[in-house]
Nanobody, 125 residues
Framework: QVQLLESGGGSVQAGGSLRLSCTASGATYRRYAMGWFRQAPGKEREGVAGIDSGGRTSYAESVKGRFTISQDNAKNTLNLQMISLKPEETAMYYC???????????????????WGQGTQVTVSS
């Protein structure tokens, strides 16, 4: 069983930056595929960025060039650096992980077995 804990959410003005972190605990003896997702009220959960078991990163088109995902295996931590944030990116952001060997498809929420509780990001105009 894996537990995920997100941190770093908050409120910023449009154009601002935030850094989200997710720490995994539990059976963390292997490299996980991990990802960040977000869900705004009344909308479906969407993939933002992810890293597969081979270390390859994927980004949603809307965040390319502005968001950077990174993984610190020694600390079992996943980070998401977000710059130039937009009001429409206001949402609950979730960290996800899976302990199977996953290559690709890390923007699909159905790939992941474990989810954090989420951290709120609010971007004001």
């Amino acid at each position: 069983q894996v537990q995920l804990l997100e941190s770093g959410g908050g409120s910023v003005q449009a154009g601002g930056s935030l850094r989200l972190s997710c720490t995994a605990s539990g059976a963390t003896y292997r490299r996980y595929a991990m990802g960040w997702f977000r869900q705004a009220p009344g909308k479906e959960r969407e993939g933002v960025a992810g890293i597969d078991s081979g270390g390859r990163t994927s980004y949603a088109e809307s965040v390319k060039g502005r968001f950077t995902i990174s993984q610190d295996n020694a600390k079992n931590t996943l980070n998401l650096q977000m710059i130039s944030l937009k009001p429409e990116e206001t949402a609950m952001y979730y960290c996800a992980a899976d302990d199977r060997y996953v290559l690709g498809g890390v923007l699909d929420p159905s790939v992941f077995s474990y989810w954090g509780q989420g951290t709120q990001v609010t971007v004001s105009s």
